[in-house]
């Protein structure tokens, strides 16, 4: 039998030896296992820094629904809208695909967001930018572009028929930008006695008059509404995206179309992912899109052709509604369709800032009328996305102006959600 003095010594030993190996493991176990979130790395620059932009749930217009509705914060994007997007997919295709050269010009008609972000992207990638817009969109818009280095054209309102619709003038400049590249490329090869010398200096005659300098290196028209790189860009990202931070537990999508682009790709996406998620059109006054979802035809009685005006856009939302198909639209799978008006966009604009903080565009106000008609439409307990396409920084002289509201008979009075039916 050990002696009591010598147990004593072996179990006090034992035990601090127990302490110490505790000790250690414990904090051995620590620091591999910490809790604190990694460091995220920096991003590769402004194209890295597109996409990937935060789901937020809004709050005000969820808690008067009984729904989760989610608006994918989009104007957190550089260029401040989902065009960004866009812009990196256009111009990334065109260089793969050598239909644009580094030093040419990227030309595109647009109403505001998708020119904005193209004038953003282009000198990331070498390349210059010229746009041309109809001169009824709000001015802050051409300030911003031109702030950002692009050139502005402003022509008149007129059809998509017409050879001076802003989307075909910004085809011809892109067809001008390329005979000048091709003249300056067949110049070089010139012979050089046909240069004239002239006290040293160097004369190649006189110079055709153009929007482009005489060492353009060509010019890629982007062509948003029928170019499928739009589409792509939602297809391969935006849809992902979503679905990822819902963790596919979403019931339904809905969002405006203006090229069509953004709800032709993320419907797609979502729709393959599950065929139950249901996707909607949110369509303003003025665009033929409802009816085409609903009815299968462009126009209604009143709409006929040869009725319409040939500017039929009386909508203060800027960038959505049209009326015609193109290519990207016709890539959405869609379960149906709302109509919203200008009077339900502001009222939800004046509700979001002044119950969530949110100050948003025309569009974003617009796809939010949209999701709350989904949620009365489907009942509570769902889980509803939209888009936060851009926010309200480019639209203060028309959208969020008293007195272009006012002449306009859309001045907001509305104390609470009444003007979507909600108490």
């Not at 969820?62 to 989760?68: Q, R, V």
């Not at 949209?370 to 639209?395: E, K, N």
């Amino acid at each position: 039998m050990a002696h009591p003095t010598t147990t004593g010594v072996v179990v006090v030993a034992a035990a601090s030896i127990a302490t110490v190996l505790s000790f250690l493991y414990t904090n051995y176990r620590s620091k591999p296992c910490s809790t604190t979130t990694p460091k995220k790395k920096p991003r590769n620059g402004l194209i890295d820094a597109i996409g990937n932009t935060p789901l937020i749930r809004i709050n005000s217009i969820s808690d008067a629904t009984g729904c989760e509705i989610l608006g994918k914060a989009e104007f957190l994007n550089p260029g401040g809208s989902v065009k960004d997007r866009v812009a990196v997919k256009i111009i990334q295709e065109a260089l793969e695909s050598d239909e644009l050269a580094q030093g040419g010009v990227v030309t595109e008609g647009s109403a505001g967001s998708t020119a904005i972000s193209l004038a953003t992207v282009a000198p990331a990638y070498g390349c210059k930018c010229h746009v041309v817009i109809p001169d009824d969109v709000a001015i802050e818009k051409s300030q911003i572009l031109e702030a950002l280095g692009a050139t502005v054209e402003r022509v008149r309102p007129v059809s998509i028929t017409h050879t001076d619709h802003y989307v075909n003038v910004a085809r011809r400049r892109a067809l001008e930008a390329n005979e000048i590249a091709s003249k300056q490329r067949k110049s070089k090869q010139t012979d050089a006695k046909d240069v004239e010398q002239i006290n040293g200096y160097t004369s190649e005659g006189g110079k055709q008059s153009s929007k482009f300098s005489s060492d353009c290196k060509g010019g890629f028209f982007a062509d948003q509404f029928e170019n499928l790189a739009n589409f792509r860009s939602h297809y391969e990202g935006t849809g992902p995206e979503i679905w990822e931070q819902t963790g596919g537990k979403l019931d339904a999508f809905i969002a405006a179309a203006g090229t069509g682009g953004t709800i032709a790709g993320i419907s797609k996406f979502l729709k393959e992912k599950n065929p139950n998620i249901k996707c909607f059109l949110i369509d303003p006054p003025g665009s033929g899109l409802f009816n085409k979802v609903t009815r299968g035809v462009m126009y209604t009685k009143e709409e006929a052709e040869g009725r319409r005006l040939k500017n039929p856009f009386d909508t203060v939302t800027e960038g959505i509604g049209i009326n015609r198909l193109t290519q990207n639209f016709m890539m959405a799978e869609l379960d149906g369709a709302f109509r919203g008006t200008d009077m339900e966009a502001v009222e939800m604009s004046r509700f979001l800032l002044k119950n969530d903080g949110l100050f948003v565009g025309s569009s974003s106000a617009m796809n939010c009328v949209g999701a709350v008609r989904v949620a009365q439409s489907i009942g509570p307990g769902h889980t509803i996305v939209t888009i936060l396409c851009d926010s309200g920084m480019r639209h203060l002289s028309k959208f969020y102006d008293t007195q272009y509201l006012s002449q306009h008979g859309l001045t907001p009075s509305a104390t609470g959600l009444e003007f979507v039916g909600l108490g």
